[in-house]
């Protein structure tokens, strides 16, 4: 079936917020949307690798492997890969500039489109303050979304067996929580206006895991989104234009049914 599905070449691909080496990464949806899309410049806007999980309790099963392998693939066939870490993966933060298999690693970047437009790449945590001011409070925090996510397991489980259609359980509390301190409201005017100050057109962010693009007072915000619940990456198309890509609301299409199906209850707890 995946055979009838043609590869589609942009300019740039922009993903963040994998999360490899958490059990909620969505590897396969992440290897068969890097499978039929194609660019000259790939960022990787942070949090790729999830360091924090993989301190508390190793978990690398195939599919992260799998993933690692098809980027540097990608970089050996010529392909421009450009690691913006984020705070998950922060470890990188202190190779800048520095080269692993053809993918390099940068604190940020400032890249133009084929437009002529200038966007500030940032996977964004520096601009959260919980992340900035609490450590411990981001910890818990990052703990409480695990269980969300489990809980997102077994209701994903029994929605299946029922014929219901898919429902993100952690992304549906993730934004009642956010919503009722204007979380990702602030996060977007204070990244939108880190890009002001750096004279550009327009941001491309991650970290809050919310795929948007909206103009906030004359800059372009983007958020890639996430591989963990909404599976989207921004691309850029050969005129500089921009579209968000939201692989899971392909639905009923080939690239869908050919995926594995996600790992059941049982599955988990076993791994």
């Known amino acids: 079936m995946t055979g009838q599905v043609d590869t589609r070449h942009f300019r740039t691909l922009f993903i963040s917020d994998v999360h490899l080496g958490s059990k909620a990464a969505r590897t396969d949806f992440l290897l068969d949307f890097l499978r039929y899309h194609e660019a000259d410049t790939l960022f990787l806007v942070g949090d790729i690798v999830d360091g924090w999980r993989l301190k ?10 799998d993933v690692v392998q098809k980027l ?6 010529g392909a421009r890969i450009v690691y913006i870490p984020g705070n998950h993966d922060e470890f990188l933060r202190s190779f800048p500039g520095m080269h692993f298999g053809g993918i390099e690693v940068a604190e940020r970047a400032i890249y133009e489109m084929a437009d002529g437009k200038k966007y500030l790449i940032l996977h964004g945590d520096e ?10 409070l981001a910890y818990l925090g990052d703990w409480a ?12 489980a ?14 549906w509390a993730k934004l009642q929580v956010k919503h009722a301190v204007n979380f990702i409201g602030e996060f977007q005017r204070v990244v939108a206006e880190e890009a002001r100050r750096n004279n550009v057109d327009g941001v491309i962010c991650g970290h809050i895991h919310h ?9 372009h915000y983007v958020n890639t989104g996430d591989w963990v619940e909404s599976c989207t990456a921004i691309a850029e198309n050969h005129d500089g234009t921009l579209e968000m890509i939201s692989w899971q609301k392909i ?14 209850v049982e599955d988990m707890q076993a791994a």
């Open 145 to 156: 979304y695990d269980a969300a996510i489990a809980i997102n397991v077994v209701l994903a």
């Open 211 to 219: 795929a948007v693009m909206e103009d906030i007072e004359g800059i």
């Open 56 to 65: 508390r309790n190793w978990y690398w099963p195939q599919g992260c492997n």
């Open 158 to 171: 029994v929605r299946r067996r029922l014929g219901m259609p898919y429902w993100s359980f952690s992304a």
């Open 127 to 136: 601009f959260d303050v919980v992340v900035r001011n609490a450590r411990l």
């Open 72 to 77: 540097l693939r990608k970089a050996r066939k």
């Open 251 to 264: 639905g009923n299409t080939a690239e869908i049914k050919a995926l594995p199906k996600p790992q059941s």
